[in-house]
């Protein structure tokens, strides 16, 4: 292969890595979500242009505080593919995040998105962590933006002991979806081995039967 064929091939290949990076390209001027449908594609499919109403591209649960009532005093309401049939193919969806006071969004990410959050009340500490290791932390106010990179660890917290906080979250994907770490560790189905938490958080049998109870279920 010459010099120019390879230039060619690894040209086109790190298009195909950037494209591939984030949701498809929509080839059409709609696809509305068809969410009965047992085909599973990468998204929804479309359902008839005959079915499609505007309420297909409507979603009014974004506008009111959410209520927090767990322990970590965060509460996520989605504004995407599965709540908006119409963001189908479109690449785009929002969030709404409230806190209570003092409350957490612990360390999560977001594997199909990058995340820009808009405060829209109170004060928050935010931050990513690179793959180098390297945290990336800043207190932002209302009116104010912050960015976390596509599939980083990242968190955000209300500094404020008294008073709510909340934002609105932009991501670049129908559904980026959420891996909080903590619950991923400790309720995965089926489980992680305790022989694999154990060394890797370097404490006892005891110690990782512990923190799996803090997630269990509450029995009512």
Same mark, same amino acid.
């Given at each position: 292969m010459d010099s120019r064929c390879f230039g060619f091939f690894f040209t086109l290949l790190s298009l195909n890595v950037i494209v591939l990076a984030y949701d498809p390209d929509t080839l059409q001027d709609l696809c509305v979500a068809d969410r009965t449908s047992g085909i599973k594609v990468n998204g929804f499919t479309c359902k008839p242009e005959s079915n499609i109403t505007a309420s297909d591209f409507f979603f009014a649960g974004i506008g009111k505080p959410a209520v927090v009532n767990n322990t970590v005093g965060s509460a996520v309401t989605g504004a995407n593919v599965e709540k908006i049939a119409g963001l189908n193919t479109l690449g785009v969806s929002l969030a709404r995040i409230d806190y209570a006071p003092g409350g957490l969004n612990p360390p999560h990410t977001h594997p199909r998105a990058t995340e820009v959050i808009f405060v829209l009340e109170g004060e928050l500490d935010v931050g990513f962590i690179t793959t180098a290791n390297k945290l990336f932390a800043k207190t932002v106010k209302k009116?104010?933006?912050? #960015?976390?990179?596509?599939?980083?660890?990242?968190?955000? /917290?209300?500094?404020? /002991?008294? /008073?709510?906080?909340? #934002?609105i979250s932009a991501f670049n994907s129908q559904l980026p979806g959420t891996q909080s770490i903590a619950a991923t560790l400790f309720t995965a189905t089926p489980a992680i081995p305790d022989h694999v938490l154990t060394t890797t958080f370097q404490i006892g049998t005891k110690e990782i039967e512990k923190i799996k109870s803090k997630f269990a279920p509450k029995k009512v």
């Open positions: 009116g104010e933006v912050f #960015v976390f990179p596509r599939g980083l660890i990242h968190y955000q /917290k209300n500094n404020d /002991k008294a /008073k709510p906080a909340s #934002v």
